[in-house]
Structures are given as structure tokens and as C-alpha cells.
Nanobody
């Protein structure tokens, strides 16, 4: 089984920054694409960002593009989400997820779909105050 653990969340004022980290264990991390999703209270879970197995391509939801940056370190088996210029509407539980199929490039529609991902972290709270 692939286990994912998010960290780095917390409370921040609007305009501030946070960096989320996702630590992976099990499987072969360096062969997997990774995604970030979030779910705000009373709302559906939505796609945030994704990165391919080798970091060659990244994908972002329009709502976070430019402000957020997804990256990975395969040696450390970590994926990151740098969040800048945070807004109150970014408040949500953030989840990282793994596409257990190997060496996938895919398209935006592929990475946006929850069905793409096989394993999910427990989620971590990000709260942005106004």
C-alpha cells in the first residue's frame, strides 16, 4: 500500500504563504504522478494541482494558477505545494494523492479527475483569515 502524509498546514492571514508537504511510503514514488485536491466546508472536493512522475509537467486549477506551485523531490519521496498570496477562499482541507500507474504523462483532464488517483492522504487543514 502507498501511504501519504500531509504536513505544513495551519492558520495564515490573507496574503501570506504556506508550503504543504506530502511524504510518501510504499510503492515506487519516483514512477508515480501526484495530485493535490482540496475540500472546503460545504463544497465538493476540487482539483488544485498535479505533477508528473519526473516533474516534467505540472497542472493547475485556474483558481490557483500563478499563486500556487507544485514540485517534487523523488530522492526524498516528497511532493510540495507552495501556496502564495493566499485568500480566504483557499481555506480547505488539502489532500495529496497518488496515481499508481507508472510513467504517466496524461493531460489536464486526466490529472483533474479524482478517478485518476488510487491512494489518498488523510488531509490537512489550511485556514486563511481575512
Amino acid at each position: 500500500q502507498v501511504q501519504l502524509v500531509e504536513s505544513g498546514g495551519g492558520l495564515v492571514q490573507a496574503g501570506g504563504s504556506l508550503r504543504l508537504s506530502c511524504a510518501a511510503s510504499g510503492g515506487t514514488f519516483s514512477r508515480y504522478g501526484m495530485g493535490w485536491f482540496r475540500q472546503a466546508p460545504g463544497k465538493e472536493r476540487e482539483f488544485v494541482a498535479a505533477i508528473t512522475w519526473n516533474g516534467a509537467s505540472t497542472y493547475y486549477a485556474d483558481s490557483v494558477k500563478v499563486r500556487f506551485t507544485c514540485s517534487r523531490d523523488n530522492n526524498k519521496k516528497m511532493v510540495y505545494l507552495q501556496m502564495n498570496s493566499l485568500k480566504p477562499e483557499d481555506t480547505a482541507v488539502y489532500y495529496c494523492a497518488t496515481d499508481a500507474r507508472i510513467y504517466i504523462s496524461g493531460t489536464y483532464d486526466h490529472w483533474k479527475s479524482e478517478g485518476t488517483y488510487d491512494y489518498w492522504g488523510q488531509g490537512i487543514q489550511v485556514t486563511v483569515s481575512s
